[in-house]
């Protein structure tokens, strides 16, 4: 008796072990649920996201240019900021930043923590400085003790506000979309056009660049490699960075995850739809026009890529005090 039941326990051993994941072995990895060191920052991190109060009018958060109920964005060909000020870039999605190789279309902040104070203290965004915003926080005394249980009775400081958006941010993936499911072995997940779709999506070349689990996000290439842009023929890029002409209208490729929902697309949001952005890619990039019915399937399988949205009650947030700085739309 004691044999068989032996036995049996082996057998369910060795059944396990072959029912665990087996990934595909393609260019494009799946993306996994977030798992934060810190929960209590990650919380903080979120009130911070929706504070409009870090904007010099108050009306402005991070929320407004990265909408959590749209894909990370705000759906503009650029955002709109301080004084009805017109951005000169589209918003790049925030979902499955933490991705990226750099943050940012021209890569200048180096990651999430980096770039988490650029929006606060830039005049035509949400058009306050770090003193000020620091000020604000401090005046509200459950911001204060917020901060103290995570980062210890040390005075609020803009790090600690960079550091603690940047750590909500890190969570803010999409994982179980359907192409997810489909690298994971389940073969109904996606249906013979999508993958057909995916097959012309690496025969083209579009693979190249958009790999890895952000399907992007991981390399900065020219934007018109072999036939130049014309739309856009004054945002540099990465020279502005770098200071090469080399870098002359080289951008950090955009992830591909929730393609859908993130329009309109390519740095300068002058293109709507998907078919489009297809079509002006292949003439622009590989120097040829695409079939239509290619186009439709890729577009079908770009559509797989879209994952579990951020679900969580929106933050309710402390009240200013009497010694709170007030907006100020000047």
């Known amino acids: 008796m004691k044999t068989t039941v032996s036995l049996v326990l082996a057998l369910l051993a060795v059944a396990g072990a072959r029912a665990e994941v087996v990934v595909r072995p393609e260019p494009i990895q799946p993306i996994e649920a977030a798992k934060p060191a810190d ?16 904007s010099k ?16 964005t705000d759906n503009l060909p650029s955002s709109i900021g301080h004084k009805w000020n017109l951005g000169p870039i589209n918003a790049p999605t925030v979902l499955n930043a933490r991705f990226n190789l750099a943050q940012f279309w021209d890569g200048r902040a180096k990651d999430l923590t980096d770039q988490a104070g650029g929006p606060i203290a830039n005049p035509g965004e949400m058009g306050s400085n770090h003193e000020l915003a620091v000020e604000v926080l401090t005046t509200i005394p459950q911001y204060v003790t917020w901060f103290e249980e995570i980062y210890g009775k ?44 995916y097959q012309v999506f690496k025969e083209t070349g579009c693979i190249a660049c958009h790999n890895g689990p952000a399907v ?8 018109g490699l072999v036939k130049a842009y014309e739309k856009d023929t004054t945002t540099v890029g990465r020279m502005g960075v770098t200071k090469n002409e080399a870098d002359r209208f ?23 739809t998907l078919e489009e952005a ?48 007030r907006p100020s739309a000047l």
């Open 39 to 54: 929960p209590r920052k990650v919380e903080l991190g979120k009130k911070l996201f929706f504070e409009t109060r870090l």
């Open 57 to 72: 009018s108050g009306f402005l958060s991070c929320n407004s240019c990265h909408n959590l109920s749209a894909g990370g």
């Open 154 to 197: 040390n005075p609020v400081s803009i790090e600690q506000v960079k550091d603690s958006i940047a750590a909500f941010e890190e969570t803010l993936v999409t994982p179980d979309s359907r192409f997810d499911r489909w690298l994971k072995g389940d073969d109904a997940a996606i249906t013979e056009a999508e993958r057909k779709g």
């Open 216 to 223: 992007g996000g991981n390399s900065f290439q020219k934007f």
């Open 250 to 272: 080289v951008f950090k490729v955009p992830t591909l995850r929730n393609i859908e929902l993130t329009y309109p697309y390519f740095h300068d949001g002058s293109v709507w």
């Open 278 to 325: 297809v079509t002006v890619m292949s003439v622009h990039q590989f120097g040829k026009p695409i079939k239509p019915e290619d186009t439709a399937l890729i577009v079908a399988f770009l559509k797989t890529l879209t994952g579990k949205q951020p679900d969580f009650p929106i933050p309710t947030l402390p009240p200013s005090t009497a010694t709170t700085p």
